[in-house]
């Protein structure tokens, strides 16, 4: 009797453990953010609340609620931006190369392409500054935006809801060229996508080439996210690299932004008219109210651009050849799991052969049998 109301009991908690994660309101006590290349992680604890988890035709998207960093949108398993200090990234991608621009231009109108972006918050931000024209909002997921609007109101409805801004929901790529084709020109290109999935063509030599064409050659400029400062100094290298390949003035900067992987995260500026990290680069922020501000500002600005030594020589690396490997430290507990798979294998190596010790030996012997008969 007692085994039969454990058996139920274990199977009512089965039940709940694989339908809880599908249900609206579901409360977890951790949220936990891996980056597998470098085996470390990140975690929101406390009472996290799923509101919403929808699977697109792209990406899965979901949004949590937690007490001390408020909404938060995760895409495909990766943290994409809290309340409580999505100000940050937005700041910084968005008025950098505002600043520059309107710093350069006399009576700027300006007008700027977003490529991702669905969220409504760099957009949000552009609309801060008075001289912009026009703002194209280029994102492949109307989830996202949807999302966003119900969510983050203060990002998405203050973007979609101004005269100023077109969205449109295709391919950054497709969007891209076919702007090129029709002579279109920007002041400032925007790239503010994920790191994976859907954007992955967003990552080539060709599309970085059509947004250099598609900036206006006398005082453009393209702005993209990256990765980790501090954890993937190789790759903002390569991604300089390419860059430079392509622009006469490049220069990775950076942000503190405590919810992203290792709190230091890269961005990329390039030009063919405008080098930002030059001292005789003017910078205007006039136009900028403080107040509605929680990060940006014309000393953030210029500190953004002292990149730490890593990044200095991993960049100049990319420019003398390859980025050699980093060296790997060797532990006990690799020296235990080299031991565990070898132990493994010969065990599997010793079973399997007398499995066919013995299949050998009935086959023999049904040989020997089927002869006597």
Known sequence: MRRGIAAVLASVALYRAITAPLLRGYVRDELRFTDASVGASFSIQGDVRLLESVSSPFQHIQIYAHSFFGKIMVIDGDLQLTARDECIYHEMIAH????????????????????????????????????????????????????????????????????????????GEVLAERLLARNHSFDVVIVDSTEFGASTPLFSDDFHVTLRDLVKPKGGVVVINLTSLAWHAGAIGRAAQRNKDIYRHVAPFGASIPTYMSGHYGMLVSSDAIDATSSQTPIYVDDLDSQHLCYYSKAMHRAAFALP????????????????????????????????????????CAGLERVMTTKIFFIRKRDKSTKIH
């Not at 909002?137 to 409805?157: G, N, Q, Y």
């Not at 990044?311 to 565990?340: F, K, N, W």
């Open 96 to 171: 950098v190369p505002l600043s520059l621009i309107f710093a350069s231009e006399r009576n700027p109108k300006v007008d700027v392409l977003i490529i991702g972006g669905g969220d409504g918050g760099v957009c949000s931000e552009i609309l801060k500054r008075p001289g912009v024209r026009a703002v194209t909002v280029c994102d492949i997921d109307s989830e996202v935006t949807r999302l966003s609007r119900k969510h983050f109101p203060w990002m998405a409805r203050k973007c979609f809801e101004d005269d100023r801004v077109k969205t449109v929901h295709e391919s």
């Open 309 to 348: 030594q890593s990044v200095r020589r991993a960049i100049q690396v990319q420019r003398q050849g390859s980025l050699p490997m980093e060296p790997h430290v060797y532990t006990a507990c690799d020296l235990i799991d080299c031991a565990c798979v070898a132990i493994i294998f010969i065990g599997a």
